[in-house]
């Protein structure tokens, strides 16, 4: 079931455009303690359940493939989810992907963080950009780490967006509000600006997270 709900999700995200080619990732933490992720060189457009590769996790060892169908290797930002699942035990969802109006922040070196629009506030808090990092590399999982601990969504700097969940579709649903909060932004922008909602707005908006059963750290409104 798991791995049907991974595959539906890659087919959101392609068909929404969060992804083209073989781009973003998806992976989740099973209950097992291993991680399913998606298989590097493949679109998401295309991803099936026999596809996905199971990695086992023993501490102190690097992953293991431990199931995955015709030599099928898995995604090569596999370090930046393993970082997010040993600095984050809330996590069991990460979600990985090049969304345009996200993105576009990302690469402008421009954090979303002025709390203009309220489903935002609700459900992500402020979104930084964590610094540029190789991907593939130690470095993604270094520049994200000390941003995990505050946030549940982060642009890269000069590449895209993270979103990580306690499940798949929390991380999911975290994704598809930034793609609409920075395509707000940038309409807002265009029409001279946004409206920032004051602190005490805020505080109430943040009162609201656990009635709509929102899960994950609180916004940072400092």
Not at 83 to 107: G, K, M, Q
Not at 156 to 162: C, I, T
Request: net charge negative; hydrophobic share 40%; aromatic share 4%.
């Amino acid at each position: 079931m798991i791995r049907e709900h991974i595959c539906d999700v890659c087919q959101k995200m392609y068909k929404l455009g969060w992804v083209a080619a073989n781009d973003g990732n998806v992976s989740v933490r099973l209950e097992n303690g291993n991680v399913l992720v998606t298989p590097s060189g493949v679109s998401k457009g295309d991803v099936t359940p026999e596809m996905l590769v199971e990695l086992s996790l023993s501490e102190g060892d690097t992953p293991k493939v431990r199931r995955a169908s015709k030599n099928y290797k898995p995604s090569s930002e596999i370090k930046m989810h393993l970082r997010c699942y040993s600095e984050r035990e809330d996590v069991s969802a990460v979600i990985h992907a090049h969304s345009p109006c996200a993105t576009a922040f990302a690469i402008a070196n421009k954090p979303l963080d002025d709390y203009s629009m309220m489903e935002a506030v609700l459900t992500i808090g402020s979104v930084p950009v964590a610094p540029y990092a190789t991907p593939s590399t130690d470095e993604v999982g270094d520049s994200i780490a000390p941003l995990l601990q505050k946030h549940d969504v982060l642009l890269l700097q000069n590449h895209g967006a993270l979103a990580i969940g306690a499940d798949l579709m929390t991380a999911f649903n975290r994704m598809e509000t930034l793609e609409l909060w920075a395509r707000t932004v940038s309409n807002a922008q265009a029409l001279g600006g946004t409206q920032a909602i004051s602190r005490e707005n805020i505080e109430k908006l943040c009162s609201l997270r656990a009635s709509y059963r929102i899960t994950g750290h609180h916004p940072d409104v400092d």
